[in-house]
């Protein structure tokens, strides 16, 4: 979705009518008949979309929504880190991004740096006895 003052700032030509549906700040749907544009996005990281269907609309504090429709075709990931919320975003998909995975090898590798001694001496001994019993 595209607001109308990029439309005019980019002197686009409306491609066709579509009937759009958005949720308004009462948290009802409202329905709307709007222009639709032919155009080509280009991303920071030179992403581009060629023939890409918008819709004129308003965004609260924006000048442009990027659907579903474009982060379904890569990989789209948020993050804060020191205050600062970052997005990136490629495509084609390369591979799996998988935060869970990453915190639990993370975890994994350096777990005897976050467990005190107290603990570490417990768990090497239950480990001992756990071979005994087994062994």
């Given at each position: 979705m595209i607001c109308k003052k990029i439309a005019t700032d980019l002197n686009l030509t409306p491609s066709?009518?579509?009937n759009v549906a958005v949720v308004g700040p009462d948290g009802k749907t409202n329905e709307f008949e709007t222009?639709?544009?032919?155009?080509?996005?280009?991303?920071p990281n030179n992403a581009g979309i060629v023939g890409l269907r918008v819709v004129e609309g308003s965004v609260a504090g924006a000048d442009m929504l990027i659907g579903m429709d474009v982060i379904g075709m890569g990989d789209?990931?948020?993050t804060n880190c020191n205050g600062c919320t970052w997005w990136t975003f490629r495509t084609p998909s390369i591979e799996?991004?998988?935060?869970?995975?990453?915190?639990?090898?993370h975890?994994?590798?350096y777990r005897n740096l976050l467990i005190s001694?107290?603990?570490r001496r417990k768990e090497r001994n239950k480990?001992?006895?756990?071979?005994?019993k087994n062994g």
């Open positions: 066709g009518r579509a222009d639709t544009y032919l155009v080509n996005l280009y991303l789209f990931a948020i799996v991004i998988d935060f869970v995975l990453e915190i639990n090898e975890n994994k590798k001694d107290d603990q480990a001992k006895r756990e071979r005994r």
